[in-house]
Nanobody, 115 residues
Framework: QVQLVESGGGLVQPGGSLRLSCAAS????????MGWYRQAPGKQRELVAT???????THADSVKGRFTISRDNAKNTVYLQMNSLKPEDTAVYYC?????????WGQGTQVTVSS
């Protein structure tokens, strides 16, 4: 059974930091391209960052210089380090894993940036 389990969300003040984790099981993690997406209330889900199986990364323009995606294949985990958080970063953050036609999603973790 494939599982992607996100953790690390919560309430943080503007300017603060959080690190999200996504632990994968049931897949050959090192072969998968991984990504973080987010969905704010009333908005479509959007791409935040991706990391390929080879370790190449992309980040959305809205988070460049503030967020960093990384992975640890030994721990079957992908991370999203989020710094200088803004209220507009408030959303449910989802982990995604893709390999060929396989496409898996986590249940999401809430991030709220508010004073």
């Amino acid at each position: 059974q494939v599982q992607l389990v996100e953790s690390g969300g919560g309430l943080v003040q503007p300017g603060g930091s959080l690190r999200l984790s996504c632990a994968a099981s049931g897949i050959l993690f090192s072969a998968y391209d991984m990504g973080w997406y987010r969905q704010a209330p009333g908005k479509q889900r959007e791409l935040v960052a991706t990391i390929t199986s080879a370790g190449s990364t992309t980040h959305a323009d809205s988070v460049k210089g503030r967020f960093t995606i990384s992975r640890d294949n030994a721990k079957n985990t992908v991370y999203l380090q989020m710094n200088s958080l803004k209220p507009e970063d408030t959303a449910v953050y989802y982990c995604n894993g893709r390999f060929r036609w396989r496409d898996y999603w986590g249940q999401g973790t809430q991030v709220t940036v508010s004073s």
